[in-house]
Protein backbone atom coordinates (compact mmCIF):
# COMPACT_ATOMS: atom_id res chain seq x y z
CA UNK A 1 0.00 0.00 0.00
CA UNK A 2 2.63 2.50 0.99
CA UNK A 3 4.61 1.99 -2.54
CA UNK A 4 1.70 2.40 -4.02
CA UNK A 5 1.19 5.26 -2.33
CA UNK A 6 4.60 6.79 -2.67
CA UNK A 7 4.28 6.12 -6.84
CA UNK A 8 1.03 8.35 -7.26
CA UNK A 9 2.96 11.14 -4.87
CA UNK A 10 5.89 10.78 -7.64
CA UNK A 11 3.74 11.05 -10.29
CA UNK A 12 1.66 14.23 -9.14
CA UNK A 13 4.83 15.71 -8.10
CA UNK A 14 6.07 15.58 -11.54
CA UNK A 15 3.14 16.82 -12.98
CA UNK A 16 2.15 19.59 -11.10
CA UNK A 17 2.79 22.46 -9.17
CA UNK A 18 5.66 22.85 -6.54
CA UNK A 19 3.49 22.03 -3.53
CA UNK A 20 4.65 21.70 0.39
CA UNK A 21 5.65 18.28 0.23
CA UNK A 22 6.33 17.77 4.20
CA UNK A 23 3.19 19.10 4.58
CA UNK A 24 1.55 16.75 2.36
CA UNK A 25 3.28 13.95 3.63
CA UNK A 26 2.28 14.21 7.00
CA UNK A 27 -1.57 14.71 6.00
CA UNK A 28 -1.10 11.46 4.16
CA UNK A 29 0.18 9.62 7.27
CA UNK A 30 -2.38 10.49 9.79
CA UNK A 31 -4.99 9.63 7.34
CA UNK A 32 -3.31 6.34 6.17
CA UNK A 33 -3.33 6.00 10.36
CA UNK A 34 -6.48 7.08 11.16
CA UNK A 35 -7.56 4.31 8.18
CA UNK A 36 -5.33 2.07 9.75
CA UNK A 37 -6.99 1.92 13.26
CA UNK A 38 -10.71 2.35 12.13
CA UNK A 39 -9.97 -1.02 10.35
CA UNK A 40 -8.76 -3.20 13.74
CA UNK A 41 -11.82 -4.65 16.06
CA UNK A 42 -11.42 -2.44 18.89
CA UNK A 43 -12.44 -5.16 21.89
CA UNK A 44 -14.84 -4.20 24.86
CA UNK A 45 -13.02 -3.10 27.63
CA UNK A 46 -13.20 -5.38 30.60
CA UNK A 47 -14.14 -3.82 34.16
CA UNK A 48 -10.61 -3.61 35.96
CA UNK A 49 -10.71 -5.56 39.70
CA UNK A 50 -10.16 -3.89 42.82
CA UNK A 51 -6.75 -4.33 44.12
CA UNK A 52 -6.39 -6.30 47.38
CA UNK A 53 -4.16 -5.63 49.66
CA UNK A 54 -1.42 -8.36 49.98
CA UNK A 55 -1.02 -10.14 53.28
CA UNK A 56 2.69 -9.49 54.55
CA UNK A 57 4.07 -13.10 54.52
CA UNK A 58 4.65 -14.72 58.02
CA UNK A 59 8.11 -16.18 58.31
CA UNK A 60 7.95 -20.14 58.60
CA UNK A 61 9.06 -21.46 61.64
CA UNK A 62 12.07 -24.45 60.89
CA UNK A 63 11.04 -27.56 62.96
CA UNK A 64 13.55 -30.16 63.85
CA UNK A 65 12.83 -33.49 63.56
CA UNK A 66 13.68 -33.66 67.54
CA UNK A 67 11.06 -30.46 68.14
CA UNK A 68 8.64 -32.08 65.98
CA UNK A 69 8.37 -35.57 68.00
CA UNK A 70 8.28 -33.94 71.16
CA UNK A 71 4.90 -31.33 70.43
CA UNK A 72 3.34 -34.39 69.10
CA UNK A 73 3.71 -35.98 72.51
CA UNK A 74 2.49 -33.29 74.09
CA UNK A 75 -0.44 -33.02 72.31
CA UNK A 76 -0.95 -36.49 72.15
CA UNK A 77 -0.78 -36.17 76.55
CA UNK A 78 -3.33 -33.46 76.45
CA UNK A 79 -5.86 -35.45 74.18
CA UNK A 80 -5.30 -38.51 75.93
CA UNK A 81 -5.93 -36.44 79.34
CA UNK A 82 -8.86 -35.16 77.99
CA UNK A 83 -10.73 -38.38 76.66
CA UNK A 84 -10.04 -39.74 80.13
CA UNK A 85 -11.86 -37.07 81.31
CA UNK A 86 -14.82 -37.89 79.22
CA UNK A 87 -14.65 -35.43 76.31
CA UNK A 88 -14.05 -38.22 73.69
CA UNK A 89 -15.45 -35.58 71.02
CA UNK A 90 -12.48 -32.56 71.90
CA UNK A 91 -9.85 -35.00 72.24
CA UNK A 92 -11.11 -36.56 68.43
CA UNK A 93 -11.01 -32.54 67.11
CA UNK A 94 -7.29 -32.37 68.24
CA UNK A 95 -5.73 -35.93 67.22
CA UNK A 96 -8.36 -37.57 65.14
CA UNK A 97 -6.08 -40.69 64.40
CA UNK A 98 -5.20 -41.09 67.61
CA UNK A 99 -9.13 -41.63 68.62
CA UNK A 100 -9.26 -45.38 68.50
CA UNK A 101 -6.66 -45.72 71.53
CA UNK A 102 -8.65 -43.58 73.77
CA UNK A 103 -10.74 -45.85 75.78
CA UNK A 104 -10.95 -44.76 78.77
CA UNK A 105 -8.99 -47.63 81.25
CA UNK A 106 -11.67 -48.80 83.59
CA UNK A 107 -10.64 -49.14 87.61
CA UNK A 108 -9.14 -52.19 87.72
CA UNK A 109 -11.23 -54.70 89.99
CA UNK A 110 -10.14 -57.18 91.88
CA UNK A 111 -10.13 -60.39 90.75
CA UNK A 112 -11.72 -63.29 92.23
CA UNK A 113 -9.90 -66.91 92.52
CA UNK A 114 -11.12 -68.93 90.10
CA UNK A 115 -13.14 -72.30 91.00
CA UNK A 116 -12.26 -74.62 89.34
CA UNK A 117 -15.32 -76.44 87.17
CA UNK A 118 -15.15 -79.92 88.88
CA UNK A 119 -15.47 -77.93 92.43
CA UNK A 120 -19.08 -76.13 91.01
CA UNK A 121 -19.75 -79.65 89.39
CA UNK A 122 -19.65 -81.24 93.24
CA UNK A 123 -20.92 -78.41 95.28
CA UNK A 124 -24.13 -78.32 91.99
CA UNK A 125 -24.38 -82.09 92.79
CA UNK A 126 -23.83 -82.62 96.26
CA UNK A 127 -27.15 -80.19 96.42
CA UNK A 128 -29.06 -81.89 94.37
CA UNK A 129 -27.99 -85.29 96.07
CA UNK A 130 -29.03 -83.65 99.50
CA UNK A 131 -32.09 -82.45 98.16
CA UNK A 132 -33.38 -85.53 96.48
CA UNK A 133 -32.10 -87.76 99.24
CA UNK A 134 -32.69 -86.30 102.74
CA UNK A 135 -36.22 -87.24 103.49
CA UNK A 136 -34.93 -91.32 103.00
CA UNK A 137 -32.16 -91.07 105.52
CA UNK A 138 -33.97 -90.88 109.38
CA UNK A 139 -32.40 -90.48 112.62
CA UNK A 140 -32.42 -92.99 115.31
CA UNK A 141 -32.47 -92.03 119.10
CA UNK A 142 -30.85 -94.91 121.90
CA UNK A 143 -31.38 -93.71 125.52
CA UNK A 144 -29.18 -90.23 125.37
CA UNK A 145 -27.28 -91.51 121.82
CA UNK A 146 -28.14 -90.28 118.18
CA UNK A 147 -27.17 -92.26 115.04
CA UNK A 148 -28.25 -92.28 111.84
CA UNK A 149 -29.95 -95.13 109.70
CA UNK A 150 -31.44 -94.92 105.94
CA UNK A 151 -33.50 -96.46 103.71
CA UNK A 152 -32.54 -99.62 102.78
CA UNK A 153 -35.97 -101.71 101.53
CA UNK A 154 -39.86 -100.54 101.93
CA UNK A 155 -40.21 -100.87 105.98
CA UNK A 156 -36.84 -101.51 106.89
CA UNK A 157 -34.06 -98.94 108.11
CA UNK A 158 -30.14 -100.54 108.18
CA UNK A 159 -27.67 -98.62 110.51
CA UNK A 160 -24.66 -99.91 112.50
CA UNK A 161 -24.48 -102.38 115.15
CA UNK A 162 -22.38 -99.84 117.60
CA UNK A 163 -25.57 -97.32 117.14
CA UNK A 164 -28.43 -99.72 118.21
CA UNK A 165 -25.50 -101.58 121.05
CA UNK A 166 -28.03 -104.05 122.80
CA UNK A 167 -31.03 -102.57 122.70
CA UNK A 168 -34.07 -104.56 121.30
CA UNK A 169 -36.19 -101.33 120.39
CA UNK A 170 -35.11 -98.04 119.28
CA UNK A 171 -36.59 -94.54 118.40
CA UNK A 172 -36.63 -93.75 114.61
CA UNK A 173 -37.56 -90.48 113.58
CA UNK A 174 -38.88 -90.44 109.51
CA UNK A 175 -40.45 -87.15 107.28
CA UNK A 176 -43.72 -86.75 108.55
CA UNK A 177 -45.30 -83.63 106.43
CA UNK A 178 -48.76 -83.41 108.29
CA UNK A 179 -46.66 -82.89 111.60
CA UNK A 180 -45.96 -79.61 112.62
CA UNK A 181 -42.35 -80.05 113.13
CA UNK A 182 -42.12 -82.01 109.71
CA UNK A 183 -40.94 -85.45 111.06
CA UNK A 184 -42.22 -88.18 113.67
CA UNK A 185 -41.12 -90.37 115.95
CA UNK A 186 -42.06 -93.98 115.84
CA UNK A 187 -40.42 -97.04 117.51
CA UNK A 188 -39.16 -99.41 115.76
CA UNK A 189 -37.41 -103.25 116.02
CA UNK A 190 -33.97 -104.03 115.96
CA UNK A 191 -34.01 -107.72 114.07
CA UNK A 192 -30.45 -108.88 112.86
CA UNK A 193 -26.64 -107.62 114.58
CA UNK A 194 -23.27 -107.94 112.70
CA UNK A 195 -20.19 -106.91 114.65
CA UNK A 196 -18.05 -107.91 112.24
CA UNK A 197 -19.01 -105.70 109.53
CA UNK A 198 -20.96 -103.28 112.43
CA UNK A 199 -24.56 -103.84 110.81
CA UNK A 200 -28.25 -103.84 112.34
CA UNK A 201 -31.46 -103.88 110.81
CA UNK A 202 -34.50 -102.39 112.27
CA UNK A 203 -38.41 -103.22 111.63
CA UNK A 204 -39.89 -99.64 111.18
CA UNK A 205 -43.37 -98.77 109.47
CA UNK A 206 -42.53 -96.18 107.13
CA UNK A 207 -43.92 -94.72 103.42
CA UNK A 208 -40.65 -93.81 102.35
CA UNK A 209 -38.94 -94.64 99.23
CA UNK A 210 -35.99 -96.56 99.41
CA UNK A 211 -32.59 -95.81 98.14
CA UNK A 212 -31.02 -97.90 94.92
CA UNK A 213 -27.96 -99.80 96.11
CA UNK A 214 -24.86 -100.58 93.90
CA UNK A 215 -21.25 -102.60 94.79
CA UNK A 216 -17.76 -100.44 94.00
CA UNK A 217 -14.36 -101.74 93.06
CA UNK A 218 -11.03 -100.01 92.77
CA UNK A 219 -11.55 -98.92 89.49
CA UNK A 220 -13.34 -96.35 91.07
CA UNK A 221 -11.38 -94.64 93.57
CA UNK A 222 -11.34 -91.21 93.28
CA UNK A 223 -15.03 -90.90 92.05
CA UNK A 224 -17.12 -88.35 94.02
CA UNK A 225 -19.14 -89.72 97.02
CA UNK A 226 -21.46 -87.70 99.41
CA UNK A 227 -22.83 -88.43 102.68
CA UNK A 228 -25.85 -87.26 105.00
CA UNK A 229 -25.75 -87.92 108.12
CA UNK A 230 -27.28 -86.78 112.21
CA UNK A 231 -24.14 -85.27 113.69
CA UNK A 232 -25.86 -81.98 114.67
CA UNK A 233 -28.28 -84.42 116.37
CA UNK A 234 -31.51 -82.08 114.92
CA UNK A 235 -34.14 -84.41 113.84
CA UNK A 236 -35.80 -83.81 110.15
CA UNK A 237 -32.61 -81.42 109.17
CA UNK A 238 -29.20 -83.97 108.46
CA UNK A 239 -25.64 -82.81 107.59
CA UNK A 240 -24.02 -83.01 104.42
CA UNK A 241 -20.68 -83.84 103.28
CA UNK A 242 -19.06 -84.65 99.92
CA UNK A 243 -15.79 -85.90 99.19
CA UNK A 244 -14.29 -89.34 97.02
CA UNK A 245 -13.40 -92.39 97.41
CA UNK A 246 -9.80 -93.22 98.59
CA UNK A 247 -9.41 -96.97 98.45
CA UNK A 248 -11.81 -100.17 98.34
CA UNK A 249 -10.11 -102.94 99.97
CA UNK A 250 -11.34 -106.47 101.95
CA UNK A 251 -9.43 -105.98 105.08
CA UNK A 252 -9.09 -108.61 107.92
CA UNK A 253 -11.09 -107.01 110.58
CA UNK A 254 -11.21 -106.53 114.26
CA UNK A 255 -14.80 -105.95 114.76
CA UNK A 256 -15.17 -106.65 117.96
CA UNK A 257 -17.30 -103.64 119.38
CA UNK A 258 -16.64 -102.16 122.69
CA UNK A 259 -19.12 -99.25 124.15
CA UNK A 260 -18.02 -95.93 124.20
CA UNK A 261 -15.42 -96.48 121.67
CA UNK A 262 -15.94 -94.79 117.98
CA UNK A 263 -14.71 -97.70 116.49
CA UNK A 264 -13.83 -101.70 116.80
CA UNK A 265 -10.96 -103.95 118.49
CA UNK A 266 -10.64 -107.14 119.44
CA UNK A 267 -9.89 -110.86 117.83
CA UNK A 268 -10.39 -111.44 114.15
CA UNK A 269 -13.87 -112.41 113.74
CA UNK A 270 -14.72 -114.48 110.64
CA UNK A 271 -13.98 -114.12 107.30
CA UNK A 272 -13.02 -110.80 105.49
CA UNK A 273 -14.81 -107.35 104.87
CA UNK A 274 -14.73 -105.34 102.09
CA UNK A 275 -14.50 -101.34 103.09
CA UNK A 276 -14.90 -98.33 101.61
CA UNK A 277 -12.04 -95.48 102.61
CA UNK A 278 -13.28 -92.15 101.70
CA UNK A 279 -12.35 -88.48 102.58
CA UNK A 280 -15.63 -86.73 103.35
CA UNK A 281 -16.12 -85.33 106.72
CA UNK A 282 -17.86 -87.72 109.38
CA UNK A 283 -18.68 -87.00 113.28
CA UNK A 284 -20.02 -88.51 116.00
CA UNK A 285 -23.82 -88.97 115.13
CA UNK A 286 -23.05 -89.47 111.24
CA UNK A 287 -22.24 -93.80 111.81
CA UNK A 288 -25.26 -95.22 110.18
CA UNK A 289 -25.26 -93.09 107.30
CA UNK A 290 -25.18 -93.67 103.71
CA UNK A 291 -22.35 -93.70 101.11
CA UNK A 292 -23.86 -92.07 98.16
CA UNK A 293 -22.41 -92.56 94.75
CA UNK A 294 -22.82 -89.18 92.00
CA UNK A 295 -26.04 -91.33 90.62
CA UNK A 296 -27.96 -91.33 93.99
CA UNK A 297 -26.85 -95.33 94.86
CA UNK A 298 -25.81 -96.34 97.88
CA UNK A 299 -22.35 -97.74 98.00
CA UNK A 300 -21.71 -98.13 101.21
CA UNK A 301 -22.43 -97.38 104.90
CA UNK A 302 -20.19 -95.17 107.70
CA UNK A 303 -18.95 -97.00 110.21
CA UNK A 304 -15.76 -95.08 111.53
CA UNK A 305 -12.50 -93.26 111.41
CA UNK A 306 -9.70 -94.94 109.40
CA UNK A 307 -6.57 -96.22 112.08
CA UNK A 308 -2.97 -96.62 111.48
CA UNK A 309 -1.36 -100.13 111.89
CA UNK A 310 -0.03 -98.19 114.95
CA UNK A 311 -3.81 -97.77 116.56
CA UNK A 312 -3.96 -93.96 115.65
CA UNK A 313 -6.41 -92.15 113.82
CA UNK A 314 -5.64 -90.92 109.68
CA UNK A 315 -6.75 -87.80 109.65
CA UNK A 316 -9.59 -86.90 107.18
CA UNK A 317 -9.85 -90.34 105.75
CA UNK A 318 -12.84 -92.36 107.14
CA UNK A 319 -14.24 -95.84 106.26
CA UNK A 320 -17.50 -97.37 105.69
CA UNK A 321 -18.58 -101.36 105.19
CA UNK A 322 -19.09 -101.85 101.13
CA UNK A 323 -22.24 -102.71 99.72
CA UNK A 324 -20.68 -105.95 99.00
CA UNK A 325 -20.17 -107.24 102.47
CA UNK A 326 -24.01 -105.79 103.42
CA UNK A 327 -25.43 -107.78 100.65
CA UNK A 328 -23.54 -110.91 101.71
CA UNK A 329 -25.53 -110.62 105.08
CA UNK A 330 -28.62 -108.61 104.51
CA UNK A 331 -31.34 -111.16 103.98
CA UNK A 332 -29.91 -113.33 107.12
CA UNK A 333 -29.78 -110.07 109.59
CA UNK A 334 -33.72 -109.25 108.69
CA UNK A 335 -34.55 -113.12 109.51
CA UNK A 336 -33.23 -111.53 113.09
CA UNK A 337 -29.84 -113.80 113.00
CA UNK A 338 -26.77 -112.20 114.34
CA UNK A 339 -24.30 -112.75 111.54
CA UNK A 340 -20.89 -111.62 113.02
CA UNK A 341 -19.64 -115.15 112.30
CA UNK A 342 -20.77 -115.49 108.97
Known amino acids: MRKIFLILLILIISCSEP ?10 AQIITEMSISKLNTPTPQPIPTAQPTPTPQ ?13 RKIAVNEAIEIARKGDIYLAEELIPEIVPLLVPE ?23 IYRKHKNKVVMIEVGNSTGTGWI ?86 PSSHSGIISYVKTVSTTLKFEKGESYYRGDLLGKNVSVIVFDAAADPGDSGGPIIDSEGNVVGIIYGFLESTSGKRVTGQQTGTSFASISDVWETLKSGEDTTFK
Not at 122 to 128: C, F, K, P, S
Request: proline residues 8%; hydrophobic residues 35%.
Open 19 to 28: IDIEATIDAR
Open 59 to 71: PTPTVIPFQEDEI
Open 106 to 128: PTPQPTATPQSFESNTTNDLAYE
Open 152 to 237: IEDDWVITNEHVVGSNSFVIVFVPDPSSDNGFTGIQGQVFGVDKKRDLAAIKVIHNIEPFRTRVVDVNEIGKDIFTIGYSAGNPGV
